[in-house]
């Protein structure tokens, strides 16, 4: 089995960003995640756009996978997102990038772009390794 296969079926007990978003863990590594969601009509706000918490619920996935997979558990203290477009394309990614790594704490930045480059939104977060 794959370390990609492996990230999978570990994550797929995250039911609400794998079964109810549709989320899809497309690269691990270590320090890193990449995800993609593509976006549905179940995505959608009552203005007919994305609701900005599909953006946040796709990076605090990655960040899970990327701080999670193969570690002590990590959990996020404080997360801040910065909306910077609406998407154009019809799919989600969400890519993580390790700022500092502690012996408590970790920062990663998470950025979210879609399926053409739009940048959608950054998520800068922090975590807490709880052992």
Do not use: W
């Amino acid at each position: 089995m794959t370390e990609l296969q492996e990230a999978r079926e570990f994550f797929s007990n995250d039911r609400f960003a794998t079964k109810q978003t549709g989320i899809v863990i497309e690269e691990v590594g270590e320090n890193y995640a990449r995800c993609s969601m593509r976006i549905t009509e179940n995505h959608l706000n009552a203005v007919n756009h994305v609701m900005g918490g599909v953006a946040y619920t796709l990076a605090d996935f990655v960040f899970a996978v990327a701080t999670n997979f193969k570690k002590p558990p990590t959990v996020t203290t404080v997360s801040q997102i910065s909306y910077l477009s609406a998407p154009k394309g019809d799919t989600l990614i969400g890519e993580s990038r390790l700022l500092r790594d502690g012996k408590h704490n970790c920062f990663y930045e998470i950025t979210i772009t879609d399926n053409l480059g739009t940048n959608v939104a950054v998520v800068m977060t922090s975590g807490a390794h709880l052992s």
